[in-house]
């Protein structure tokens, strides 16, 4: 029998309507809920519906809110807060999780071109941006109704993606990724990648690791202090996505996903998922079975949807 860690199964499905647009752009997760990020500059709040162990799950629209006119490209959860941090239109606006109000005496964070949350153990929560066509970071102490600059801190280069690890600040510019203590500033340059921003790829692998798209089609482990102490994957170019779900790594091409154990780097299965724009881990479990959100927008199909 074929080995079968994972399996796909469609857990939301909109028809494409001319009428009513909608062009999944992002996805984030709050189990139950899943926050999803339009093309058309909105937020819509599914919930995921609890079914039998042997049936799948599936999710219904709860709330809808229009941000902007511009696409929602990024979402993160700041749930000590109840509060949604949407990015469109190269500012951060903050938004209700349970009613997606927006928060008006929250005024919005301008110039960001991307953006993670850092929580530290005292509970303060601050967000480290990439300051939008500047070769810069920018580290941002949030509180429930307003926002203050802490530090700044110059690059080499223009930052592009970003993933954060306690202190430690992985990015990846136009040429090269680096790290950066934002508690002490001191920065390190890693490599040069050789990828256009669209192959780009920092994302957190696990506590004190990076998981990068390195050059020659290498996904590689880079922990905090700059050291590869995994072996690396070797993986297939147009790499879209990829995440770490112990004791596997999932890679994310425009047809399928691919399974990589991390005990010897082997592919051990492969998935058809046609049209993939992006994945996302979610934390914890649903029903007792790991999850990962793949999100497909498939045009031929007419279709907008989300698996698990």
Known sequence: MAFSAFSSSC????????????????????????????????????????????????????????????????????????????????????????????????????????FEVRQQRDGRVELVLCCGNKKQLRVIVVQ??????????????????????????????SEQYLLCDVDTGQREALFYH???????????????????????????FVNVWGVCQRAPLQWPAGVLAACVCPPYALCLQGHELLLYSLLDQQCKQRLSVTGALGLTPTPGTTQGRNMTQTVRSERVQQTEDIRL
Request: charged share 20%.
């Open 194 to 220: 050789g990828h256009n921003s669209q192959q780009l790829l920092v994302r957190s692998s696990g506590p004190g690791e990076f998981l990068l798209n390195g050059p020659g089609g290498l996904g590689l």
């Open 11 to 114: 857990v939301y499905e909109r028809t494409f309507d001319p009428k009513d647009k909608f062009s999944i752009q992002c996805v984030e997760s709050h189990l139950p809920n899943i926050y999803v990020g339009t093309k058309q500059g909105s937020i819509h709040d599914l919930i995921l519906l609890q079914t039998g162990s042997s049936s799948p799950s599936r999710a219904k629209e709860r709330l809808a809110r229009k941000l902007s006119s511009s696409a929602v490209s990024r979402i993160r959860l700041v749930p000590v807060y109840d509060r949604i941090l949407a990015l469109s239109n190269r500012s951060i606006t903050a938004l209700d999780m349970s009613s997606l109000e927006i928060n008006q005496s929250f005024k919005k964070i301008p110039n960001v071109s991307q």
């Open 144 to 173: 429930l109704d307003r926002w203050t600059i802490l530090k700044e801190f110059s690059l080499v280069g223009e930052p592009l993606e970003l993933a954060v690890q306690g202190a430690c600040v992985c990015v990846g510019t």
